[in-house]
């Protein structure tokens, strides 16, 4: 028998998945061919998601804390024990912080946020991934929008700047490459290292984190080409201003910044410059991610729109759209007025210890911010201080392993939920196929039974009840939705068309200033840490027992770094903030000033590449500036 569900990780395929039992008492995850996004195929993670679900590693019954570690406790106790503590807090619930993220994209995130923000509690704000890019594009566009994702097949051109497909959207890298049997050709902008050459046609390897100043001096060239598009002029503000700025650059400081030739600026002039040929830009998912990460993607952006490459079919800027754009979330609370702006999720560790009142009570679900947020160990450091935290989770994490509190939660497949993606256009629905191991509940479930508990109690909606709250069309698409797995929602095909953004005045905005440079490096760290994206895993979901050996780093075989330590003795990766033992090994490509280290290893176990990283901001967002962590490798 096979069953229809869908996928709720935080990854922008959201896949609707096919399971169906084998005769071993297993079962068999594929992609829904039925899905027009999904169409057949899913994931490695995803084909050998049983593995996490019966671990060995994975917590059973709510854990409370002992002098000496934890011990078991029954469900009443915990949630007893929950309820006590925030009904202690119920007249001044901002000693309350709900700190979540996107471990399960589902609706329950909406469903436990409720919850809080009826309590009155705090939310920490911006964001460790992508909200720096957003901004920019909001600064620039008016609105997050991108043409269909189904739209790249008609591009004649596709510039991949920084996405790496291999590893962040499958499904993307299919439509690049079903575009190139189409004749489609495609450019990748990147540090390198990433296996990208395998579907592009040209490369460009750009220093870690400078792609404003390439993406500065092709606008430029375009410009000085005269082929900057006469009817967007029309439909923006502040290219005057831009374009002088840029006549007045120094093209040959954005090339010593950016480490890229003359003849890669004249190659994307041509493709973006030839308004006959449609060209769609991918724009990257860790552009946002360095100091200057909103910069990065506004430069895109302009250079993208002053050539006339949005608004058209083929032509286009992709970068995330929300993925509440479809839901009617009128249900949920809203967060307490006068709130935001004491806690940010890339400051959380400081943010804490400054706070003012304290904090008392902190609730973790669906994230793991110790392994997750720059600077781990301040942040371990800021938890440990708080008198209450309680960690929902499914394995004893970084961040569980404080807690004063465990409730052990079902993952993705265990429970029914509402998934939107943050890149296509289709709702999923996730029925459980899988059934959770006894002693584990869902955080709705727990957000519920702790409401139900408090007095006068907070009252949270079932997850039935939010999915059809939550479902644009009525009980009609909701019978679909159950029927199908899916439901797509019908937009435009083309995002812009006709040059109307989303602004009060209907026009794009360029940018005011010119690319600004980073401030240099501290002597004695002449690498670019990038803690980038696993292809096996999200985020820190790994299973510990898949954790063996020292972290992995990743050096160009000829970057000059090989010099700066013995490989024959221990090696550690080091910055201002600390180090981390590593085993070296060279990348082909790579650019030779990066090194790489995948993310989410875990710091208990040995990994935990956090702790190096400064709780630096971008100049948007606020966003963790991952990327721009100077290190050096030594003995
Ligand atoms: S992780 Fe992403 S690609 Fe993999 S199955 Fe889930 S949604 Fe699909």
């Known amino acids: 028998m096979s069953i229809v569900t869908a996928c709720s990780q935080d990854c922008p395929d959201a896949c609707s998945l096919v399971v169906e039992r084998t005769g071993e008492g297993r079962a068999r995850i594929r992609g829904n061919p039925d899905h027009p996004f999904t169409r057949g195929f899913c994931c490695a993670k995803l084909k050998a998601w049983e593995r996490r679900l019966r671990s060995p590693s994975r917590i059973t019954s709510p854990l409370r804390r002992t002098r000496g570690g934890f011990r078991p406790i029954g469900w009443e106790e915990a949630l007893a024990v929950a309820a006590e503590k925030i009904q202690a807090l119920r007249d001044r619930p901002g000693a309350i912080l709900h700190l979540d993220s996107s471990g399960n994209c589902g609706i329950a995130l909406h469903v436990v946020q409720h919850f809080f923000n009826r309590l009155g509690a705090c939310r920490a704000g911006g964001s460790l991934c ?64 990433d296996g990208s050459e395998a579907w592009s046609d040209e490369t460009i390897r750009i220093r870690p984190g400078q792609d404003r100043f390439l993406a500065a001096a092709v606008l430029h060239a375009i410009d000085a080409a005269g082929r900057v598009s006469p009817a967007l002029l029309d439909r923006a503000v502040g290219w005057e201003r831009l374009g002088a700025l840029l006549r007045g650059g120094d093209p040959a400081f954005w090339e010593r910044q950016g480490g890229f030739a003359p003849q890669d600026v004249r190659r994307l002039a041509a493709i973006y410059g030839d308004a006959a040929q449609p060209v769609s830009t991918l724009v990257g998912w860790g552009l946002q991610r360095y100091r200057h990460g909103g910069e990065n993607v506004r430069f895109i952006d302009a250079l993208a729109v002053a050539a006339g490459q949005v608004g058209r079919p083929g032509a286009g800027v992709y970068y995330i759209v929300s993925t509440t754009r479809f839901l009617d979330l ?19 560790g400081r943010d804490l210890l400054t706070a003012d009142p304290p904090v008392a009570l902190v609730w973790v679900n669906g994230s793991n911010p110790v392994n997750q947020s720059p600077d781990a160990e301040g942040v371990a450091r800021a938890l440990r201080q708080v ?36 890149f296509h256009d289709v709702l999923n629905y996730a029925r459980p196929v899988f059934p959770a191991p006894e002693g584990v509940r869902t955080d709705a479930w727990i957000a519920a039974e702790v409401g139900r508990r408090l007095s006068p109690p907070v009252e949270v909606p079932s997850i039935e009840e939010a999915i059809r709250l939550s479902l644009p069309g009525g009980p009609e698409r909701l019978s679909e939705l159950r029927e199908r797995g899916f439901i797509e929602v019908r937009r435009p095909q083309v995002a812009w ?71 024959r003795k221990p090696v550690f990766l080091a910055s201002p903030q600390g180090r981390l033992a590593v085993a070296v090994a060279p990348l082909q490509g790579l650019h030779p000033e990066a ?36 290190v050096r490798l030594e003995n």
């Open 130 to 193: 992508a909200e720096a890019g957003k901004q920019a594009a909001i600064a620039d566009f008016g609105a997050l929008d991108h043409n269909r994702p189904e739209d790249l097949l008609n591009a004649k051109w596709i510039v991949d700047w920084g996405r790496d497909l291999a590893r962040t959207s499958i499904h993307q890298l299919a439509l690049v490459q079903q575009a190139r049997k189409r004749g489609a050709r495609v450019m990748t902008v990147s540090p390198g290292g």
């Open 330 to 348: 009128s249900w949920k609370a809203p967060l307490a007025a006068g709130l935001p702006g004491r806690f940010f999720k890339p400051t959380i």
């Open 387 to 422: 008198p209450f935290k309680v960690v929902v989770d499914a394995f004893l994490t970084d961040t569980a392993e404080l807690a004063d509190l465990v409730l052990p939660c079902a993952l993705n497949l265990e429970q029914e939920t509402l998934v939107p993606s943050f």
């Open 595 to 630: 090194v790489v280290v995948r993310r989410g290893g875990w710091m208990k176990l040995g990994c935990g590449v956090n702790r190096l990283i400064e709780d630096a901001a971008t100049d948007l967002g606020p966003n963790a500036a991952f990327y721009s962590q100077p």
């Open 497 to 567: 068309e006709g040059f109307r953004f989303a602004h009060p005045d209907g026009k794009y905005r360029f940018p005011a200033e010119g690319p600004q440079a980073d401030p240099p490096p501290p002597p004695g760290y002449p690498l670019t840490l990038l803690s980038l994206v696993r292809k096996e895993a999200t985020h820190s979901q790994i299973l510990p027992e898949e954790q063996r050996g020292p972290c992995r780093a990743f050096l160009a075989p000829e970057s000059p770094a090989w010099a700066d330590f013995d490989p």
